[in-house]
Antibody
């Protein structure tokens, strides 16, 4: 059974940093692309960042480029999102999502339960 | 940048009725279109990929159609558990999501 377990969310002040983790199990982690997708309270889904199976290629939405960095450790079966210079509009539930294959094009076939990030003073 | 527009914003129907949800792309996305269902407090769940292929375990009352710029998700007969928000997503050259359609109980 595929499982994705996010951690690292919490309350952070504007301008602060936070690192999210997503521990994967139930599939060959190193064979699939992964992404982070966020959802602000009461809003829709926004893709944030993606990484290929090997970690050799990464992609970030314009809204987070230069502030967020996606990475992965295939030996630990873990996906990361390093977030810095956080702003109030980064407040959201952050979901880890498994890609359907190793690189584009892929849809998201499994999602974690999410990690809540709140940016507020 | 590809923009996906979903309509209507909200669909008010009764259990047993047929639901038709629309997703229109600002330019052709071929068949690289997925549909997700999200219930309150839960993560999204994949329903349909490649515009018309049901994901594993998805009941056959859910069907997807279309190609190019116009797509439809149809729920043939609404069950109580189908009242939720539905999102379309292009997963080819972009990863854009539509803004969602809420299917609510009338």
């Amino acid at each position: 059974e595929v499982q994705l377990l996010e951690s690292g969310g919490g309350l952070v002040q504007p301008g602060g940093s936070l690192r999210l983790s997503c521990a994967a199990s139930g599939f060959t982690f190193s064979s699939y692309a992964m992404s982070w997708v966020r959802q602000a309270p009461g809003e829709g889904l926004e893709w944030v960042a993606a990484i290929t199976d090997s970690g050799g290629d990464t992609y970030h939405a314009d809204s987070v480029k230069g502030r967020f960095t996606i990475s992965r450790d295939n030996s630990k079966k873990t996906l990361y999102l390093q977030m810095s210079s956080l702003r109030a509009d980064d407040t959201a539930m952050y979901y880890c999502a498994k890609g359907s294959r190793e690189s584009r094009p892929y849809y998201f076939d499994f999602w974690g339960q999410g990690a809540l990030v709140t940016v507020s003073s | 940048e590809i923009v996906l527009t979903q309509s209507p914003g909200t669909l008010s129907l009764s259990a047993g009725e047929r639901a038709s949800l629309s997703c229109r792309a600002s330019q052709s996305v071929s068949s690289y279109l997925a549909w997700y269902q999200q219930k309150p407090g839960q993560p999204p769940r994949l329903l349909i990929y490649a515009a018309s292929t049901r994901a594993t375990g998805i009941p056959d009352r859910f069907s997807g159609g279309g190609s190019g710029t116009d797509f439809t998700l149809t729920i043939s007969r609404l069950e109580p558990e189908d009242f939720a928000v539905y999102y379309c997503q292009h997963y080819g050259s972009s990863r854009a999501f539509g803004q969602g359609t809420k299917v609510e109980i009338k």
